[in-house]
């Protein structure tokens, strides 16, 4: 018997977010803080840094901007899941629905981390890696967990020449961003959604519009 649009979607993102999860545990207790794993050469890198803020380590404010980041957060995946329900109901097509089931997992994801990881983990350091279920708590008190972060893509990574105004001699790197497979799944949804299927946002908007 085949499943229904609904059973699908929601299979997609218990399905990623279980592997979000489990990539983040297994670095969050396997490596310290800064270290890096050469994938595919130096331009794919595991290197395992942790942000208190936003998607690709951008902060916002600090520990009350964290937690109203969080709350926010918490909000808008309320709604997400209600839009999500309502699309199936409404049997929007499949690429639509995909594409904003990408943005739930991205924000429950990091979500998790910020609401949980504080409680369940010891504190990672530069020297130390961080255990589950620590005796004594966790570093930090629910929802003031970090986001961990583990992908990065340093494409060009080279010593700017003399010549180059005001910045020879530095160096430079490009794509210096540090993120995490919730994050993927963000800019993903949101870019498949604008390039493929904002004709059909436009097209709801005109129908709402005539109601």
């Known amino acids: 018997m085949s499943l229904s649009q609904g059973k699908k979607i929601t299979l997609l993102v218990v399905l ?7 990539v983040k545990i297994w670095i969050k207790t396997n490596m310290t803080i800064g270290e890096s794993i050469p994938v595919l050469g130096d331009w794919f890198q ?16 600090g520990t009350f901007g964290k937690l109203v980041l969080t709350l926010f957060r918490m909000v808008l995946i309320g709604f997400i899941i209600y839009y999500v329900n309502k699309l199936v109901k409404e049997r929007a097509p499949a690429g639509v629905l995909y594409g904003v089931a990408l943005i739930l997992v991205g924000a429950v994801g990091n979500v998790i981390d910020s609401i949980f990881y504080g409680v369940v983990f010891s ?16 570093y930090a008190p629910l929802f003031f967990g970090k986001v961990v972060d583990m992908l990065y ?5 080279t010593t700017l020449p003399d010549w180059v105004p005001f910045r020879g001699g530095e160096k430079f790197i490009f794509f210096r961003p540090i993120f995490n497979i919730a994050d993927s799944c963000i800019t993903i ?9 904002r004709g059909f946002f436009a097209t709801e908007k005109k129908v709402v519009t005539a109601k």
């Open 189 to 197: 949804g949101v870019a498949y959604l604008l390039i493929f299927k």
């Open 46 to 61: 595991i290197y395992f840094i942790e942000n208190n803020g936003m998607a690709f380590g951008m902060q916002f404010g």
């Open 16 to 22: 990623l977010l279980v592997i979000d999860q489990i």
């Open 123 to 138: 504190e990672s350091t530069y020297n130390t890696m961080a255990t589950i279920f620590p005796q004594g708590g966790g």
């Open 153 to 157: 893509f340093p494409l060009i990574d």
